[in-house]
């Protein structure tokens, strides 16, 4: 371990693989001493050693610029003529600085914190370009530098995973941020981070990390669900055998068991993961909320609920949602043993609204989701929301990976004809009766489809769509449930059909609950349809 003294980083034990540099020798530090150092201290970090890591990495160099030389670059830029192979190296780091600290920027809640998030967003976008002319120069010199690997897999990271996660926005908003400059290209996105996993270099890990995420995360929360999980096993499987124990690397491959279904390995994983270092407590917290919806999947609504709890507890990322979470699971719950746990569930719904942050004035589309739902045991005489944790499932689009596992489905499926046949035969029904019965029948439908019952999840979709001007509050059904129709077309081959009932969704309604989530689920299934958005009527507000 080491410790700073007097400004000196001093060496405490001498056996240590990593040694580390004293401040006094920065002079003495060239180019590939620093690329080994980082190297290190990414090896430390990756098995769990955080604090050794961040003690190991210090900052070196970055051109500086002169006032001249900067208001000449407004106009005129040489990106490549006068930085020594160093400044290169410092360009590159200098923008992912940027872009990391625009990501603590945008943690503010103001609107000028908003701009200058935005603005280092671009110039990072900027540099990431420059550099990557620069890497196609030195490529093309008979003299190429010596740590052109590390240098080009560095503009891979940046200029992949710009394209990448741009391409996800809706062709509107892609059009217009192409107009300032950025570009969002799927393929080529995919394509530079590819080349920057495989380069065997410093940044390969967070090529490799990008599009785990990618992969794992951003196509199932926000896309279609449909995962690339064999491009995500190849791209770990060397990180296994590196670093067994190391905690990100269990997390991947909890995450990975959890889309293929195999919830109890991946249970296994991420408490292996949980245990594996105390120092970096979030991921803890991720562990907590991947095990809360593993349990749900499986309706072991106690075992969710001692997760959502912790959660509840411990992380600060989203209190809103991890309340109205754990309220929900305990709904679900048999009420002798709700009780034996001392919560009031209604009490928790109430808290919700409370709870909300707002960023820059706006809402938090989930927490607003949450809240709006929960406000309906804010009334002098409660109404009990129905199924509210299945509920919360499709929000995520847990169906997509319970539908992995028939047996589960099944039991999902017993679960909500049992709620539906609650409705039917409740002797008072409440202003929400049709909307709960409007949502009952979206989640039968998506169990029914997954299921291959597609007739049967057909006239599910058809039925909340036709009782569109009955629905008062959940008007978020008729859209969602006009694109799950869309996907049922597709599944029976029918692209053409899919296309236009998907298109309708997104053109024909508006101002409902998550509809930015719906975009992105829209952008993405017309992506896998080879189709773009045909100019369609104006929308309609919907009721």
């Not at 995420?213 to 995962?227: P, Q």
């Not at 309706?299 to 209190?319: H, T």
Request: aromatic share 10%.
């Amino acid at each position: 371990m080491a410790h700073v003294k007097n400004g000196n980083i001093q060496k405490m034990d001498p056996e240590d693989p990593f040694l580390l540099v004293p401040d006094k020798m920065k002079s003495q530090m060239d180019l590939e001493t620093a690329l080994q150092d980082s190297a290190k201290a990414l090896d430390l970090f990756l098995n769990n050693r955080f604090s050794d890591a961040l003690v190991l990495l210090r900052p070196w160099f970055r051109k500086k610029t002169t006032m001249v030389e900067a208001i000449t670059e407004m106009f005129y830029k040489q990106p490549a003529d006068d930085l020594t192979e160093e400044e290169m190296h410092a360009e590159l780091c200098y923008a992912e600085a940027l872009l990391q600290k625009a990501a603590l920027t945008f943690l503010d809640e103001s609107m000028i914190s908003f701009i200058k998030g935005g603005m280092k967003i671009r110039n990072s976008f900027l540099i990431y370009k420059e550099c990557d002319v620069m890497s196609t120069m030195a490529k093309n010199q008979s003299d190429q530098m010596s740590t052109q690997t590390h240098f080009r897999s560095g503009v891979n990271m940046g200029i992949g995973s710009f394209n990448l996660y741009l391409s996800l926005l809706p062709s509107k908003v892609l059009r217009l941020l192409e107009w300032m400059g950025f570009s969002g290209d799927r393929e080529v996105g995919l394509s530079q981070l590819r080349e920057g996993a495989a380069s065997n270099s410093l940044r390969s890990i967070l090529s490799t990390l990008c599009l785990l995420m990618y992969h794992l995360y951003i196509s199932v929360i926000l896309g279609t669900g449909e995962a690339n999980l064999e491009e995500s096993d190849v791209l770990l499987e060397p990180y296994i055998e590196k670093f067994p124990n190391g905690a990100l690397i269990l997390f991947y491959q909890a995450r990975i068991a959890v889309l293929k279904g195999n919830f109890e390995f991946a249970q296994k994983k991420f408490l292996e993961c949980i245990a594996a270092q105390q120092e970096w407590r979030q991921i803890h917290h991720l562990c907590y909320w991947e095990l809360m919806w593993s349990y749900s999947f499986q309706q072991d609504w106690l075992e969710a609920y001692q997760y959502a709890d912790l959660l509840c507890k411990e992380s600060k990322w989203s209190q809103a949602v991890y309340v109205f979470q754990k309220a929900s699971i305990l709904s679900m719950m048999p009420e002798e043993e709700v009780k034996k746990t001392g919560e009031n569930v209604e009490q928790l719904f109430r808290q919700v609204e409370s709870l909300r942050l707002r960023i820059a004035g706006k809402s938090i589309p989930t927490e607003k989701f949450a809240a709006k739902k929960a406000q309906r045991y804010s009334a002098a005489t409660p109404v009990t929301l129905v199924i509210p944790a299945v509920e919360m499932i499709y929000v995520w689009n847990g169906f997509t990976i319970i539908g992995k596992r028939p047996e589960l489905t099944e039991s999902i499926l017993v679960t909500i004809e049992k709620a539906e046949e609650q409705l039917k035969n409740d002797p008072n029904p409440s202003e929400y009766h049709v909307d709960n019965q409007c949502m009952v029948q979206m989640l039968k439908g998506l169990c029914l489809r997954h299921l291959g019952h597609l007739d049967q999840a057909q006239l599910c979709f058809t039925h909340v769509i036709s009782s569109e001007n009955r629905i008062k509050h959940d008007c978020y059904l008729v859209p969602y449930s006009m694109y799950e129709l869309g996907l049922l077309y597709k599944q029976q081959g029918d692209l053409g059909k899919a296309t236009t009932t998907i298109e309708n969704a997104k053109l024909n309604y508006k101002g409902y609950s998550m509809e930015s989530r719906l975009h992105f689920r829209i952008h993405a299934a017309l992506n896998t349809m080879g189709t773009s958005v045909a100019k369609l009527p104006p929308h309609r507000t919907s009721a």
